[in-house]
């Protein structure tokens, strides 16, 4: 045990000593740190040339749908297409949109629907961003290096989102909105500055005929294609379905719930909503450090059925208990719950899936978490103006019975 515990440090940092990785980290952060400054510049100014909520609805909309729809597409295409250029060319667009955006703001000519037009835009060229961001880790790091890798990019992608609305705010502050526009520009074109710096292994084995089929096929038929190889696999099946019940439970729950118990539960407002926040981040941020420390190879699906049985537990006591520092402590404790077992899970997937297919399977991994999140807040909302025990108590329950089948099957509890 002293020698694993001497060992954590440098295996956890081992991945930053390669400079391409270095390179991509940083990348990561600053796409993930210019995606927190657009939501609030992009809230900021709707709300400014408008003062309508319902306005800032049809923006925000105008960018979440696009980019579920495309992640799909752009899945299927770094399959066929280099992930580092899919990344480069999403960045270097985003670059160019926002600088457009915040250019037109200072002139005074932007209006509603070049917002719309704009966020629309962004969503569909972020789309092509995230699942390659996700399949070209392996061809950055060796097979071993994964776990910490993806320790390290998981702080980097947690830390970026807090710190991004926190900056993306305090410059609108200090400044105007548009130049919230024009620093999240100087983001994105850093970030593609970055990743094209970024030096990938050549694949180890040689095209064969069955794979130059695969690449003349046509964009429907390879999406096609990744949803069935993940609808076939029951290993593939179960990490998928803890994927979409974690982001049901964040969407809602860690939304419309700790602001419903912030408020009404434990009556402290504004400030007990930070500290519920800043507990689950905190604790996400923990669990992926020690992760990545840990490293090996556990029984992942082991793992995943902890994960969903901890999480339901953690609902259970949020919907029954009301005190702050047990409340604090829960949420705690589910973050870095999330934290530990992401850096396994994606490790998992990275290294059990062909690399040709990888960013297909991440991309329906993600599609699905889209798909759940406005059906987790619009149940949340509704059970919220009920109880708060029947908010957390659902979720609960669809927890625990994610964890039962996880268990169920054999294959899946001896994935490593």
Known sequence: MATTLTGA???????ARHRSFRLLWTGQSLSLLGDGFSVVAFSWITLGLTGSTLTLGYVLAFQAVPRALFTLVGGSLSDSWSPRALMVASSWTRAVLMAAVGSAGLSGHLTVWMLCAAAAAFGTVDAFFQPARVSILPSVV??????????????????????????????????????????????FALCGLCVARVRTRPAAARETPADAVRERASLTARIREGVTYTARDPRLRTVVALDTAVNFCYAGPFTVGFATLADQVLRGGSATLGVLNGSLAGGAVLGTLV????GGRPRVGLLV?????????????????????????????????????????????????PQEVLSRVVSVDMVLGYAVAPLSLILCGALAGEDTFALFGVVALVLAATGLAVLGSRAVREMR
Do not use: K, Y
């Open 9 to 15: 440090g440098p295996r956890l940092w081992a991945p």
């Open 305 to 353: 059925a902890a994960l969903a049985g901890w999480l339901g537990a953690g609902m259970a006591v949020l919907g029954l208990v009301h005190s702050t520092p047990v409340v604090v402590a829960t949420v705690l404790a589910m973050g870095f719950a999330i934290g530990f077992q992401g850096v396994f899970g994606l490790s998992w997937i990275q290294r059990n899936i």
């Open 291 to 294: 992760g990545g420390a840990v």
């Open 142 to 187: 060796d097979d071993e290096l994964l776990t910490p890798a993806n320790a390290l990019m998981g702080v980097g992608a947690r830390t970026a989102a807090v710190v991004g609305p926190a900056v993306g705010g305090l410059v609108i502050a200090l400044t105007r909105a548009p130049i919230a526009f024009l620093v999240d520009a100087v983001c």
